[in-house]
């Protein structure tokens, strides 16, 4: 294992000049950004990146990055002050303290707590790995009504500072609807709020149905928290919901970028019983604009959101036991909002030639991870306009 302190420099200026400089009002400035590459000593330990840091969580300060292993069933504490990993904190698959299997969605309920989602159940544990309480959302659901035997969540986020209130994004992959509500466990209360723009992404999912359901093609559907907000959004529109602190009620968002699509085009089958019909569906939805959710500039007191168009060669075929094949790369761009999620500036980022993971900002700065070598690294732009 490395033991040395990495921080690998490769300073770039590049200016986004999307929009001529004119007098225009209508006319958004162009991005201009410095970039610059980390990396995080590991020192004896192998950190695990096979699911591209999807399962991580930051400290309100950012100071702390968490990175669940779930091969070890391990949280990874990554100091991004000083770029090295620190410790580990040990979770039970099973027993009385355990977290359940197929872990989906993880996040800190203030410093002394931790929400981990699964398949089957919801927990609220310390540091120790110490169940605190355990609910099944599906279950409050059902036994409320409100909830159907076909859905589950997608993902789930906590809401309150003291663990007392969640919000969820339901799927149902039965009648493919989705929904969005509000939980209380300890009241056994339940919520659901109308999200008509996230349905509307549904049609741009495609299902390869042999004997069975072998496929499913479509934008993926996002629930984050941003400066205390969650945010619920999907890659097929610019469109987003914004669920402020102590609200009960849904912000609904809208864009008119003056660079790209504001959401995605086309008619598309729910369903299809030909590989061939379904590689030409899927590379067209990928090939067509995607949204990623916004992340919020504590510094400069804006978002930052990625958009994206992947790239195929077309005379590429799929590999044994793929689909479709892999893109060989992809159009990036970059929106500014403000804290009201006003469009303030936009443009390409041709330095970015695939489709950027997991990101988050710290200390003014967008930190996209890298794996570098199977090392744990970011790539950090330091944005202005």
Request: with cysteine; aromatic share 12%.
């Amino acid at each position: 294992m490395k033991s040395s302190f990495y921080c690998i420099t490769l300073f770039i200026f590049f200016a986004c000049n999307n929009q001529k400089s004119t007098n225009d009002s209508n006319v958004l400035p162009s991005l201009e950004i410095s970039l610059d590459t980390v990396e995080i000593d590991p020192g004896e330990e192998l950190l695990f990146l096979n699911s591209n840091l999807s399962l991580s969580a930051l400290s309100e300060d950012k100071k702390y990055l968490y990175n669940i292993n779930s091969k070890e069933y391990t949280i990874e504490q990554i100091n991004l002050n000083t770029l090295a990993f620190e410790k580990k904190y040990r979770l039970e698959k099973e027993g009385p303290n355990e977290v359940g299997h197929s872990i989906h969605a993880f996040s800190l309920i203030n410093k002394d707590k931790l929400f981990i989602s699964t398949f089957y159940n919801d927990g609220v544990f310390n540091w120790q790995g110490e169940k605190l309480e355990s609910f099944g959302i599906k279950e409050i659901g059902i036994s409320l009504g409100q909830l159907k035997e076909g859905d589950r969540p997608y993902k789930t986020v906590s809401i309150a500072s003291d663990g007392s209130k969640f919000a969820s994004l339901i799927h149902n992959f039965e009648d493919k609807k989705r929904s969005f509500i509000l939980i209380e466990p300890a009241n056994n209360t339940i919520k659901e709020l109308p999200i008509p723009a996230i349905e509307k992404a549904n049609k741009f999912d495609v299902a390869l149905v042999e004997e069975r359901t072998v496929a499913i093609v479509g934008p993926q559907r996002y629930l984050n928290i941003e400066q205390g907000k969650a945010i619920l959004g999907t890659e097929a529109s610019s469109e987003l919901y914004v669920l402020d602190k102590n609200a009960d009620s849904l912000r609904h968002i809208t864009f008119n970028s003056r660079l790209i699509p504001n959401e995605k085009s086309g008619t598309y089958p729910r369903e299809v019983s030909s590989k061939n019909q379904f590689l030409t569906y899927a590379l067209k939805i990928r090939e067509d604009i995607s949204y990623k959710a916004p992340v919020w500039d504590d510094k400069k007191q804006v978002y930052y959101r990625f958009s994206y168009q992947y790239i195929f060669d077309e005379n590429a075929l799929p590999k044994e036991n793929q689909l479709f094949p892999r893109p060989i790369g992809a159009t990036v761009y970059l929106s500014v909002l403000d804290k009201d999620f006003n469009l303030v500036a936009e443009g390409a980022v041709p330095q970015l030639d695939r489709t950027p993971s997991f990101h988050f900002v710290k200390d003014g700065k967008l930190w996209l991870f890298e794996n570098i070598e199977d090392e744990m690294g970011f790539v950090r732009l330091d944005i202005n306009w």
